[in-house]
Structure formats: C-alpha cells, structure tokens
C-alpha cells in the first residue's frame, strides 16, 4: 500500500515539474513581448528596456525559469503586468468562484447520474432503460452554453426565481452565492451527468454478468439486493475515473459559462491574460490548472485504494 | 421422502432444447453425482432447481423440494429457498466471490438474510464456519479479502457461503475443477464430511467420473440434455447400461496405443536456468521483489521423445515454457536447441526457432477471431526462409488440415464457428505447418472433455510417430502425463524435484511432494473397470 502511495505520489511531482517546463517553453514561443505590448507602439526603445527590467524580464530565459519555479513554491506567484496586482490575490479571489462552481457541478452531476445509471442497469434492456439512454444522449449533445441561456430565460427572465449572472461576494452570505451559483452549475453538470450516467449504467451492467452476481442471487438476495450489496461498490470504481476527468475540466472548462452567467472565475482569468499578452498571469493560472488536474487524479488514485482492497496489497 | 426430486424437467431456449425430460432425486444425507461432458446441461440442471435462468427460457415438468413444487414459485418466494434451504457452490472460486468484500462479511451474507441475525451475531457464525470448512486461524480474526487467499481457501469460503445457513441440500457445480489435485483431493474430503456429520444433502457435478467413483452413493449420466443413465455408482460403473457410459469410461485414462521410440540425439538442453519476476524497473513503477519462479531447472529432450513436465499451479511450468519459447529472461544457466543458445531479447535465427513450435491451452484465445483458419495456421510461415508462392503455402495449409483430421474447406472459416475440440485440432496445424521437430504441449489437452481429450491425444501420438516429433507435454494431469510421455519430470515451486520413466514416478515415487501428488489422483477402482 505504501509503494501505491509513494508511486502517485511520484507521478503527481513529476508531472508538475514537466508540465512547468513545458508551459514556460510555450509561453517563450508566443509571439509578441509584454513590455512593447504595454507600453503601446509609439514607445521609446529606452523605456521598452527599462520596463523589461522592472518586469525581470532582462535576465536569461534558464534565470527567469527557475525564479518563476522557486517563486512559485514560496507563494509567490509574481506580479501582473496589466493588473499591477499580485497574480496570487488576483487567483485567489477567482478561485472563490471557480472551485465552489466545479464543486457545486461535479456534486449535481453525481447526485443526479448515479441513481439514474443504477435505475437504467436494473431496468437493462427494457422501456425505462432505453429512455435513460435516449435522455442522456440529448444531455450530451446539447451545447451548455446554449442550455445556460434557456435556464436563464425560463428561470430569470420569466419565472425571476434566479439573477442572471454575477455573484454577490463570499462576505454577503453563502446561501446568497451558491444561489447565484445554482443555474451555472446546472448548466455544467448537465452533460457531465449525461456521461456518468451512461458510465454508470455500463459498469452496473458489468457486473450483472460476474461471477459473484450470480453467486449473491444464488444465496437469496433478490435482484434488486444484489445490486446494491454487489455490484454498486464495484461499479464505482470506473465511475470515479470519469469523476476526477470531469472535475479537472469543470475547473477549466467553465470559460464559456463563466461569460454567460458573468462570472469573474479562472477561465476568464486566463482569456483575459491571454489577450492582454499578461505572461505571467497566463503562465501562473495554466500552471495552477495543472496542479489542480494532477492533485485530482492523485486524489481519485488514493479513492481507489478506498473502494479496491486489492490495490492496498498484504497488510 | 427426498430433499430433492426433479420430474420430466425440460427447458427450452428460444426454441432450442436445452433440458430434455430430467429425472433426479436425492435423499436426505446422499451425495449424488451429475456428471457429464461440456454443454450436456449439467451447469443448466442446477440453475433450473434454483429458478435462476434467463428470461427467455420456457420450462415444463416438476421441481420438488421436499413436498413444496419450486418450480412452480415466484422468485420472491426462491429468493428465501435460495442459500437458505438449497444452496448453490460455483466453479472459478476467484471470479464467485465479491472482490471488494471481506470473506467474512460474504459468509455472513445468508444469514443476514434469511435468520434475522444481527451483524456480529452473524459474523461470528461466520467466522466459526469458515474454521469449520478448515481455513487456518491467521484468516479468521482479521479482514481477509478473497486476493489475499489460495485458490484452495477461496474454494472453502465459497463452501462456508453455502453452508453457513445449514441449508438441507448443497448443489456444488464443478467445484474442483480449477483446482490442483492436491487441493482438490482436500475439498473434496470436506464436503464428504459435511454430508456425513451435518446430513447435509449434496448434488455433486462434475465431468470427472473417478472423483465421483470414490464419494457420490447415486450417480446420473448426462448427455445432451437427457439423463441416460442413472443408480447406484457401482452398479453405473460395473454394468454400464448405456453405451454413452461405454464410450466415457473408456476415455478416463485412456493411454494412445503407440509410443514412440527416443532416439540418441540431443534436441533441446536445459542446463541449469534460473528465472525471476518483478526485476524490471521503470522510472514510474516502483521497484518490487523479486521472486524467483525457476531455480537451476535442468532436462534434456532427445529426438522423437515425449517429455512430461508435471507440477501444480504456480511450480513454474509456464514459465519454463516461456523461457525456453524465448520470451521469458532467464538470469543463468543456458538453453540450448540444436547447437544454437536461446535467450529472450537476444537474436535467434529464423532456422533454429522454426524448429520449435507450441500449442496453448485455450485453443480459443490462442487465435485471432478476425483472421479465417488459412491466415491463422499459415502464421508461422514468417520463419521459413525462402520464397513461397501462394499456391504453394495454400498446399501446405490444406495437407496440415488433413493431417489434423479436418477438411482443406475449413480454411475458409473463422475460429469461432469450431468447436473446442477441432480449435485444439487447428492448433496443432499451425504448430505443424513448417514442420517443426520439437512442439511444446503447454496444458493442451487441459481444457478438453474426455472423449475429445482421447481423440486429441491419439492424434499427437500418430503425428509424432509419422514427423519424427519430439514434444515437450506440460500438464497439471500426472495420469495424462504418464499415458503419453517416455519420461516425466515432477516440478514444485520451481525446481525439479523427480525425474524418471513415467511408470517408475507413478508407481515407485521417490520424492515426498510425488508421493502427495500421485496419492491425491482420484482414481476409479480397478475392479470396476475391468467389467462384472
């Protein structure tokens, strides 16, 4: 069990060290130099230089790497160029929307696709099941931006249950943000759910072909028992590969909601740093992307070793 | 009155008869056996008795227990027979219990169901139960999951599963047919005991007519979905009514008639090897043990002889035949073919390694599903210097074909319409076609009725007699072993600890963990097969 852990563990550092590297050699290839950006195209050479040295950004590319990287560890994630804020206060206060929103969706969607997939497993083959089938196959194929505007119509506009967009600040209360939060993530977990579900509904129906199904029958659970003393825990283990997948995406992926619902979180962040040529912005957001990607497989392994004994190995 | 009684039983499959007027009855504190070949409807009888068959299946007659008709009731009203008054033992002992719970809580399982115990209550019969079914003490106390045990205590577990509820009537099908003899002969004492000092009623089936000789009172004959023949075993076995009981008890143990003659020529040497798992390193793999499978194996096969390699799960046997196949590493020692070294990731002309071929033993899984039988035993041909023509490789597919005993018109089909037996038989054509002088016989009869198993092995001696063969026979089967090999070697946990004639090892054996294994060979008592 103990080299499980440390083997992750290794996995999660040098996955970060090697995207670091690699994020850093894309941000170098760009084209186009932040000082000269800032500054306008009307600037003197001697300011474009002096502002280069004020940004750190005079000193060798293998310098600048290892600062970033070190700086980094310390917290401090540098200062932005267009903001002149701290980069960490600037991710920081994104966060506070961005990870609630991820966390509010991924919760939605689980809650809404593992009853579903299990109803349409026990009802294999039959009415109930195909029409879970069909269900989720529109939830997948419908776009979520477009969906997010159809909750915005029916849900702001005409029943006025739900603002539009924007949230009101963590000091104002939480009932108040993760209202404000509810349609946005709705919007996100639709899909996701869709997804689960049908992963759901294919590990449950695995598992009714095992060996040890057959066997809890045998030993006079009725069908329905059986799948839930059976092959529910089993199930679980494929559907939490598509969880952590999912979360790692919803962190990220959420830039388009984030501008329907005008919501200030990451992926606007970065959109905004991207076109703004801010380098250090875009360099510290995707780094931190990164880590939350690797930190969530790392932490889906370690769920695994919850739910499958056989990964913790001879005690 | 009997625990058991099943009346002009059938069943149908989408039109197609699956059972065919099945007559059974087992008394109380009797073992009787089902035996019979793969797909006769054995496996099909016992999910019948319990009510557990797919939807689409029709059924007709009678299933009585006690003097309740079963068959006649709704699964919720099974669901309180099920474990509680019948009780249903697989086969594959792994892949029947829950991978992701403790063995006791699975033990525990009947009664949480049927008798209102509480959970402790419950675990504690659990846990009483399973050292009744013989696991060791270190297994009880702590939260054992089914990976952590052997084949052998998995087995167990999945006994004290269906005993625990003290059901009257135990069906177990095939429940030591994955298992080693030696762990098989100990399974099958503990269900013999419980018959005997619980009254427990057992329904034993199995395709292995010596096991049933030596425990069940009452045996039944199954052939394609009807009982052919039934009563009481000795009698079955004596007088042997049916001609189909005939042809089966002629195929246990059944010996090929011509064995052919070892030449002096060195073929293949072994010398010495030992080979271990686990020694490779990666950067994102952690480093394991090693452990050591194979320790200063050393065996010679001559021209034109049949060497047995016999052991039990895990003595090494495949990887010897690994090793020596030139896909396995071996750490010292050498294996020599032919005057030419043979070591995994190091070159081997194309010459000397056509000279060795080799069959598996799931002749299915062996071939790929989407190539028809031409392509699949044309395959070794890469190894053949020279060119070939198209004309000339079809020639050679259609003569490996006959040879085989099947038609050139086979070539055209893919592998999934054969049976297992002509799958076994397409096998060895591929293993022929660039004729090789040495093929390895890895466990391949293993998987094969009895009567095809005879077939097949009459083949391999007629093929070995007119190609001058010499095979290397791996098998977990000593009495297979014996019938057809010129010497044998007996391997445990990796090294070889007997080697003789195959008569001289099952009849004079030396070495203490032979003596285990030859004792533990259920054997038909001679008297009856010898007739009257």
Redesign the interface.
């Known amino acids: 069990m103990f080299?499980y852990v440390?083997?992750r563990m290794?996995?999660l550092i040098?996955s970060l060290l090697f995207a670091s590297f690699i994020i850093f050699l894309m941000i170098e290839i760009i084209p186009g130099d932040p000082a000269s950006f800032m500054l306008g195209i009307n600037a003197e050479p001697e300011t474009i230089q002096a502002l280069k040295k004020e940004l750190g950004l005079d000193v060798s590319k293998f310098q600048r790497y290892l600062d970033w990287i070190t700086g980094m560890l310390a917290g401090d994630f540098g200062v932005s160029y267009t903001y002149r804020v701290p980069v960490s206060e600037l991710v920081l206060s994104r966060l506070g929307v961005s990870i609630p929103l991820a966390l509010y969706a991924i919760l939605l969607s689980t809650i809404i696709a593992l009853p579903v997939g299990l109803f349409a497993a026990a009802n294999h083959g039959g009415f109930r099941d195909w029409s879970v089938m069909g269900f989720t196959q529109l939830g997948i194929a419908i776009p979520n931006f477009w969906f997010a505007m159809v909750l915005v119509l029916i849900f702001s506009i005409y029943l006025k249950w739900f603002s539009a967009g924007g949230v009101p600040g963590w000091e104002k209360g939480i009932l108040l943000n993760l209202k404000a939060l509810t349609l946005p993530a709705f919007a996100l977990a639709l899909p996701q759910a869709s997804i689960l579900a049908r992963v759901m509904r294919s590990a449950i129906i695995d598992t009714l072909s095992?060996?040890?199904f057959?066997?809890?029958?045998?030993?006079?659970?009725?069908?329905g028992?059986a799948i839930f003393?059976?092959a529910f825990?089993?199930a679980l283990i494929p559907v939490l590969t598509i969880i952590g997948l999912q979360f790692s995406f919803l962190i990220a992926g959420a830039i388009i909601i984030e501008n329907v619902f005008f919501l200030p979180g990451l992926g606007r962040l970065i959109f905004q740093g991207i076109v703004q040529r801010d380098l250090i912005v875009v360099e510290s957001v995707v780094m931190l992307l990164v880590f939350a990607v690797v930190l969530v497989n790392f932490l889906v392994d370690m769920a695994y070793l919850v739910?499958?004994?056989?990964l913790r190995g001879?005690? | 009155m009997n625990i058991l009684s099943v009346s002009d039983f059938s069943l149908t499959f989408k039109n197609k008869n699956i059972l065919k007027n099945v007559h059974l009855k087992v008394a109380p504190g009797q073992i009787v056996g089902l035996a019979g070949e793969s797909g006769s409807g054995k496996s099909m009888t016992a999910l019948s008795i319990?009510n557990?068959l797919p939807s689409y299946s029709k059924k007709t007659g009678k299933i009585f227990f006690k003097d309740s008709c079963i068959s006649d009731f709704s699964?919720?009203e099974m669901?309180?027979?099920?474990?509680?008054k019948i009780?249903?033992i697989?086969q594959?002992p792994l892949?029947?219990?829950?991978?992701?719970?403790?063995i006791q809580s699975q033990v525990a399982?009947?009664l949480l169901?049927?008798k209102n115990y509480t959970k402790r209550e419950a675990n504690q019969v659990a846990a009483d139960t399973l050292h009744r079914v013989g696991l060791p003490k270190h297994l009880l106390h702590?939260d054992v999951?089914p990976?952590?045990i052997s084949g052998g205590q998995q087995q167990r577990v999945?006994i004290a599963?269906?005993f625990v509820a003290k059901p009257n009537l135990i069906i177990a099908d095939e429940p030591t047919t994955s298992l080693d003899v030696t762990t098989q002969a100990g399974i099958l004492k503990l269900l013999e005991d419980l018959v005997k000092s619980e009254g427990v009623s057992l329904l034993l089936i199995t395709h292995d007519l010596a096991v049933l000789s030596q425990c069940a009172h009452r045996v039944a004959i199954m052939k394609s979905g009807e009982i052919v023949e039934e009563g009481e075993t000795e009698e079955v076995f004596r007088q042997r009514k049916s001609q189909y009981t005939r042809k089966l008890l002629d195929s246990v143990n059944y010996a090929p008639a011509k064995k052919s003659k070892a030449s002096g020529k060195l073929l293949l040497s072994v010398d010495k090897i030992s080979s271990s798992y686990g020694s490779s390193e990666s950067?994102?793999?952690?480093k394991?043990a090693k452990f050591k499978v194979l320790n200063n194996v050393t065996l010679k096969i001559f021209e034109r002889e049949i060497l047995g390699v016999v052991g039990e799960s895990g003595s090494g046997k495949s990887t010897l035949v690994k090793t020596i196949l030139g896909v396995h590493k071996y750490e010292n020692g050498s294996i020599i073919l032919n005057n030419k070294k043979i070591d995994a990731g190091k070159y081997i002309d194309s010459e000397t390694r056509s000279l060795m071929q080799v069959v598996f033993q799931d002749p299915y899984g062996s071939f790929n599903p989407r190539h028809k039988i031409r392509r699949l035993v044309a395959e070794p041909f890469h190894l053949v210097k020279g060119v070939f023509t198209k004309k000339d490789i079809n020639d050679r597919v259609d003569i490996a074909l006959r040879e085989v005993g099947l038609s050139p018109d086979d070539a055209k089909r893919y592998i999934h319409e054969f049976s297992g037996g002509q799958r076994q038989r397409i096998a060895i054509a591929r293993a022929l076609i660039i004729k090789p002088k040495l093929i390895i016989l890895d466990e391949a009869v293993s998987a094969l009725d009895v009567s095809i198993k005879a077939q097949i092995l009459d083949l391999l001696a007629e093929l070995a007699q007119r190609h001058a063969l010499s095979y290397l026979f791996v098998s977990h089967d000593l009495s297979v072993v014996q019938n057809v090999s010129n010497r044998v070697i007996v391997m445990q946990k990796g090294t070889v600890v007997e080697e003789g004639t195959a008569s001289e090892i099952l009849s004079f054996p030396k070495a203490d963990y032979t003596k285990k294994l030859v004792k533990a060979i259920p054997k038909i008592p001679v008297s009856w097969l010898s007739g009257g």
């Open positions: 080299s440390f083997s290794r996995v040098l095992q060996d040890y057959r066997t809890a029958r045998a030993s006079g659970l009725t069908y028992q003393r059976h825990r089993n739910v499958d004994p056989r001879n005690k | 319990l557990l699964d919720k669901c309180r027979i099920r474990g509680d009780s249903l697989f594959e892949t029947a219990l829950n991978p992701l719970k403790t399982e009947p169901i049927h702590r999951y990976h952590e999945l599963k269906g950067l994102f793999a952690s394991q």
